[in-house]
């Protein structure tokens, strides 16, 4: 059974607040990802506060990163079910959790971070993390 | 801001790998552990060489993007527990 969304707004707001687009409906997801060019991250956001509760300040702290993805959306697990199915479809070669953080180039998945790696992690280990796969995927070519 | 989970073992909410001291292994989030043994939920079960997988093959694969879950629910008895770790500590393969 879903959580009450008045609990839950507070978690997609510290999301939402800091630019990431929320991603309501699988149309929603499809018209994100139909932009292939550069770099995206989709966000599975949650409301388990064993890993979730580390997961959206770290990835808060990792945007402040000079570099990091074009474009960012998040999709909220146990809420929003069409939007999640349909966000895990783009990257439906890794076993579903939540949270979890898919990176995107070019329209393919370049990083994939499931829930395993964040829970029990606070959220500077995690924005570290994502900083190095931003570093990797997200920066500009050197000529 | 997160949820609470009070009364559970510390390791609620984790995902973690319940070696057996059979040939099973288990992989799910782990909902509680007490004498009577640990429970996971959305949990996944390898038989030690099946597929062609050791038990530690299956692991470190599981340790890189996580598992498919064959169980919503299932209790691994504390009498057949040999371990339980992290799958976040486990260095993937």
Redesign the interface.
């Given at each position: 059974m879903p959580?009450d969304p008045i609990m839950v707004q507070?978690?997609r707001e510290?999301l939402t607040r800091i630019g990431v687009q929320e991603l309501r409906s699988a149309s929603d997801v499809d018209a994100f990802m139909q932009d292939k060019s550069g770099t995206a991250m989709v966000v599975v956001n949650s409301?388990?506060?064993?890993?979730?509760?580390q997961a959206r300040p770290g990835v808060r702290l990792a945007l402040q990163s000079e570099v990091k993805p074009d474009r960012v959306a998040t999709v909220f697990a146990g809420q929003d079910l069409d939007a999640t199915a349909k966000a895990r479809s783009y990257f439906a070669q890794?076993?579903p959790?939540s949270p979890s953080i898919a990176l995107f180039k070019d329209g393919a998945v370049v990083h994939?971070v499931?829930?395993?790696?964040i829970?029990?992690?606070d959220a500077l280990s995690l924005a570290n993390h994502l900083s190095e796969a931003f570093q990797k995927f997200c920066a500009p070519a050197v000529k | 801001m997160g949820t609470f989970h009070q009364g559970k073992h510390a390791l609620h909410g984790i995902t973690v790998v319940v070696d057996t001291k059979g040939s099973r292994v288990f992989i799910g989030r782990c909902d509680d552990w007490d004498d009577n043994g640990v429970i996971l939920l959305d949990a996944d079960e390898h038989q030690d060489g099946a597929d062609g997988h050791s038990k530690q093959d299956y692991i470190a694969q599981a340790a890189q993007f996580g598992v498919w879950k064959k169980h919503d629910r299932v209790m691994v008895p504390g009498t057949d527990v040999a371990s339980v770790t992290r799958l976040g500590d486990v260095v993937a393969g």
């Open positions: 959580y507070p978690m510290e409301v388990c506060g064993c890993a979730a509760g890794f076993p959790s994939f499931p829930r395993h790696l829970e029990g992690r | -």
